[in-house]
């Protein structure tokens, strides 16, 4: 089966720019999760979205947005680009259940540099 | 607010020696523990997940944690490190709360491995 996919690879930006990065769940996977990974540290939480509607924020500002598709499929959207934005975007599917947290699986990322 | 702790940044183990990464944790309730590997310009893969019951959970690659509640602490181990175990180990927490089902994640310990 096919893992968690994202779109592009790698990207480069300027600053004041737009971006919009893809995110392909695992099959039969409801929710996503999109993460911002600086170099030299860990994942940080920005957005859940199940059933097209958003879950979940962290501690992201205005300029990122997001949203889910019928298919489950999802985009990141960051507008007005600064430098500290330049990053490793990881998203990530989970089946969404009561109970326990469920486990997440991360896509490959997408490396978005702004110059 | 939960948080997560990884006091070491780096490690450095010969190859057939016993590995143990130490995870710190704060987080009100019950926590919701992972341990993510990370190989360079890769996404995060799931190595095991302690959700309730049995303390000492076994995971992929040969490697098992131990919860540990009195201590607040999740360490991951591994009785014998191999050549490919050179990665970047996460510790996660994951919390619900306002609806969204988030991670957060330390800074990461990278893990060298000499031949």
């Known amino acids: 089966d096919a893992g968690v996919t994202q779109s592009p690879t790698h990207l480069i930006k300027t600053r004041g720019q737009q971006v919009t990065l893809r995110c392909s769940p695992i099959s039969g996977h409801k929710s996503v999760s999109w993460y911002q990974q600086v170099l030299g540290q860990g994942p940080q939480f920005i957005f859940q979205y199940y059933e097209k509607e958003e879950r979940g924020r962290g501690n992201f500002p205005d300029r990122f947005s997001a949203r889910q598709f019928p298919n489950y499929s999802s985009e990141l959207n960051v507008n007005a680009l600064l430098l500290g934005d330049s990053a490793l975007y990881l998203c990530a599917s989970s089946l969404p259940r009561e109970g326990p947290v469920n486990e997440q699986y991360f896509g490959p990322g997408t490396r978005l540099t702004v110059t | 607010a939960q948080s997560v702790t990884q006091p070491d940044i780096h490690i450095t183990v010969s190859e057939g020696a016993s590995l143990e990464l130490r995870c710190n944790y704060s987080y009100g309730a019950t926590p919701y523990l992972f341990w993510y590997v990370q190989s360079p310009g890769q996404g995060l893969q799931l190595l095991l997940k302690y959700f309730s019951g049995d303390t000492l959970v076994q995971g992929i690659k040969g490697f098992e944690a131990e919860f540990k509640r009195s201590q607040s602490s999740f360490n991951l181990r591994k009785p014998s490190v191999h050549w490919s175990d050179a990665a970047e180990y996460f510790c996660?927490?994951?919390?619900?709360?306002?609806?969204?089902?988030?991670?957060?994640f330390g800074t990461g310990t990278q893990l060298k491995v000499e031949l």
């Open positions: 996660a927490v994951g919390a619900r709360g306002g609806g969204g089902n988030k991670l957060t």
